[in-house]
């Protein structure tokens, strides 16, 4: 929150947890000329405590029913645990961001794929034995960002890279899962040299080579620090690239059951 005698900013946390309500008192004076002024006050809201409009309520029930008709078919099962967890996802390798990855690569067939830990919601452990649904996809994916595939250079898929971590064990949505590379990351060393080792496409980098990338449009479009994919060639984009979502129930359906573990593609000193 904040305001600089212009411009009010509030965001409110994730999933609805808190809620920022805006007061302003707006003051009007004509004398010797009309001016408009006005101030800001913000308040937090707790939702926890909030008691749900009974008549709102009711239509929720009702829609969630019709939806959960096609979200609940099961699609497939999982043999390992899948950790989602917004503390996992954002600071280590997960067996659940090795799976997307993975999915995402293999769909696009690119030398890597990179899937920011923000983009993976739901905050929930999946148990071993699980059955996976569309419903459970979409928890864990509930943007519509679409799988656009890039050509970038070595250097640049370095300074992805580095962007990656740049704000390692900060709980920082950048933070990536991903496949197709192996990483040493010195944690205690200065953002933006903290990769020590990598590997892509199975040889050390070569920072003159074009390699082929996977990832969503959010971080294509540069955000979340990721300046470096700005540099980088569009080859499947816009309404020509799939959901990720729909790549990741489709890999589920193919496979029926999968066991992902990690494998020590990320390795933090």
Known sequence: ????????IAETQADGAQLVAVDLAISI?????RKVTWTPRFRIL????????PAVAARAVEIRARLDKGLDEPIGATRTELDGRKASVRTRETALGDFLADA??????????????GAIRGDAVLASGATLTRKSVLAALPFANRLVTLELSGADLRAVLESAYGALGKDAGRFAQISGARLRLRGDA????????????????????????????????GKDGYDAFLRAKPLVSGDAAPLVSAVVIEAIRRAGAIAPRTDGRITIE
């Open 104 to 117: 995402m690569r293999e769909a696009a067939g690119a030398d890597v794929a990179i899937l920011n830990g």
């Open 190 to 221: 200065v953002p933006g040299s903290r990769l020590s080792s990598i590997e892509a496409a199975g040889a050390p980098l070569d920072e003159m080579r074009l390699y082929k990338v996977a990832t969503n449009d959010y971080l294509a479009s």
């Open 1 to 8: 929150m904040a305001f600089d005698g212009r411009t009010a």
């Open 46 to 53: 707790d939702t926890a405590d909030a008691a749900p409009d």
């Open 29 to 33: 004076s004509d004398a010797p000329a």
